[in-house]
């Protein structure tokens, strides 16, 4: 269904975050509302910090998962993961934005880039938790990995008040990054069964709509597939 872009909150938007009865998205761009210093803001960019730090071909230097395959195939997994921290441990301070959503007590919170901007707003809260996407060639056949708000890692599912879904991975707290083409290839593998997609998360994404920032200054929104209940 097609979205709406605007560059102003409506109200029937922020009162249904609010209530609990949307589900915020975010995208990469929410950087772009922080202030100071950034990490990579984009694929493109984080494609100039990966290729500035190892050779690849010039046709693939713009094309983030092409560019990290690269890395993979010929420099090694350690490398390109290693590559990825150093890209991300510059971490913005997060944006009145960030602090808004985590005071409001969202069931789940999907977080769609690498930084920990987000999870640093949760930071003064203890009743959130964090699951992140794993890559394949990393922790094969285990498709997420679960962490407290503390940062420990947890065996088993955590029903948090909040959960914070990173389906990507983060640079916080174990370096988790899906960003290359396998990584990505294995997931889409799975996904018409939704596989990879936590349990906890199918369900409480079924329950509630979306609110999606895809860029910093854009909102777009859908309905849920089932009413709250």
């Not at 510059?90 to 934005?97: F, I, T, V």
């Amino acid at each position: 269904m097609p979205f709406t872009n605007i560059n102003r909150l409506p109200a029937a938007v922020s009162e249904g975050l609010v209530a609990g009865t949307l589900v915020p998205y975010l995208g990469a761009g929410m950087l772009a509302l922080c202030e100071g210093p950034l990490p990579p803001a984009d694929p493109p960019a984080l494609a100039g910090v990966l290729t500035a730090k190892v050779s690849v071909p010039g046709k693939i230097r713009n094309r983030l998962t092409a560019a990290a395959q690269f890395i993979e195939n010929f420099k090694h997994r350690k490398t390109l993961v290693a590559a990825m921290t150093e890209a991300f441990a510059q971490q913005a301070a997060p944006s009145a934005l960030h602090a808004w959503l985590a005071a409001l007590d969202s069931p789940l919170i999907v977080d769609t880039w690498y930084d920990s901007t987000m999870a640093q707003a949760l930071a003064a809260r203890s009743d959130w938790a964090q699951v992140q996407g794993l890559s394949q060639s990393e922790h094969f056949g285990t498709w997420v990995g679960w962490y407290t708000a503390q940062g420990a890692s947890s065996p088993d599912e955590l029903a948090a008040r909040t959960v914070l879904y990173k389906p990507w991975g983060g640079h916080a707290p174990a370096g988790n990054y899906l960003v290359s083409d396998s990584d990505f290839v294995e997931v889409l593998t799975e996904i018409d069964i939704q596989t990879p997609i936590p349990a906890l998360v199918q369900q409480r994404r079924a329950a509630w709509a979306s609110c999606s920032w895809a860029a910093a200054s854009t909102t777009s929104c859908r309905a849920p597939s089932r009413a709250r209940s």
